[in-house]
């Protein structure tokens, strides 16, 4: 497939194609041998083959698009990299919405569960776009265009000419130039519309609940609570064990605000967990690339690692403060050192909250499966950990497999069930290799009737699945009784008897047997003079 840049005008391809790539994961879907990569957009329609729209009551067309300077997102909603890209795409979208300027997202799922509409539909929804989206299941506008990675985006004219295309993140600044020279240009040759064009968005029956989209779950025995990360409403909650809530951590609002607990605030908070002594818990503030403690005695918050900043350095070592995360997205204590699932990098990092430095603990930062010596191994997009003292164990989302890390320094990574395999998933129960997830994202361990046993959430599946440690065999756990089931669920956690699981895309708590049996939807209630998230 030849990338298109046929119709290119010089000065804006080269900005384009040319500047320094951030990451993207590289790959070509199978492509139609018959058609003619020569002439892409011979077809007419640029999104013919779309199986669906969302943000939008009608199908996007050319005719719609003429007079306007549009910006192309080719994406999956997994993929962190294709994340990183939305915080950008929102930015220009807000400097711009006042012009003939508007951003199409065109979906290309990698995995199975993200080619249905009712899922992706949850995903724009989860991550606020409100542009136009194509459903691009077979690949046919991706192949019309070129494309061979996500993310990729496309800069389209105000003539409907494709000027260039630029895969990977972290290009804000270099669109926003390039932006406003096609602005510029159609404005003074006259091709430019006079306003921009207006959608109709999805709407949120959910987004008055309780919960929105709760990434991630903790279960803090010794004080009989739990912690629920409220992502979608950018708050922790503290609640009983059977979920009334006791206190709110977080405005409410997205941010990165110090203080009290009313007025700090979050942004997209996904991993939680407590110190030895209980008086502290420790936060992975997702959006904000950011580590942050809330003083439970106090009612303060503070943070401990990040600038807010997204970061791009792979092998940091040093103050917290000064260092730049990348989207942290689990969290596990064993002792003195905290230990991050960073899903932006690839890799795991430790925090000494003796020295309050921070490091790379295991990873090259290269988005692979390679199991050896912890600074040779690889991840994809590790989103969950938890740890028996000695290990880590790891849902390594991207490559659907589930991975064990030694705690100690000199140890090494293993993988102990799953493919290994970008794109070997599936819902498959074996031991080692032969097993099959679907990008699991969250882990604990249990007491099972053997010993020592891990239960993962397969995303992706809408299951929990078992993994016993020692042999890599892996089980699919069943839940009688739970109506409906799980949808895309995330966080896992466990006390001595019980599960508990953060159902994210069903915005609800659920609470099981470890054998799956007697699951019960808790009823999560804020105290009646609390207000609900704005």
Known sequence: MQPFLRSVRLALAIMLSLCLLMPAIAVEPATDPAADPTDPFRAGEYFSGSKGWLNTAEPVTNAQMKGQVVLVDFWTYCCINCIHVMPELKWLEEKYKDQPFVVVGVHSGKFDQEKNLDNIRAAVLRYGIKHPVAVDNDFAIWQRFGVRSWPTLVLIDSTGKPIGQVSGEGHRDMLDRAIAKLLETGKANGTLADKPLKFTEEVDAHAQGMLSFPGKIRADVKGQRLFISDSGHHRILETSMDGVVRRVIGSGHPGLENGALDKATFNEPQGVCVSEDGLTLYVCDRQNHALRAVDLASGQVRTLAGTGAQGRDRSYNGVGKDAALNSPWDIERVGNTLFIAMAGHHQIWRYDLSANTIAVHSGTGAER?????????????????????????????????????????????????????????????????????????????????????????DTYNHVLRTVDPLTGEATTLKTPGLTPGLYEPDGLSSDAKYLYVADTNHHRIVRMNFDGSGAQVLTVSLPAATPPAK
């Open 369 to 457: 499966c390679d199991d050896g010596p912890l600074m040779a191994a690889t991840f994809s997009q590790p989103c969950g950990i938890v740890s028996d003292g000695k290990k880590l164990f790891i849902a390594d989302s991207e490559d659907s497999t589930v991975r064990a890390v030694a705690v100690d320094p000199s140890g090494a990574v293993q993988s102990l069930a799953g493919s290994k395999d970008l794109f070997g998933f599936g819902l498959k129960d074996g031991v080692g290799i032969e097993a099959r997830f679907q990008h699991p994202q969250g882990i604990t361990l249990i007491t099972g009737a053997k010993g020592p046993l891990l239960v993962v959430t």
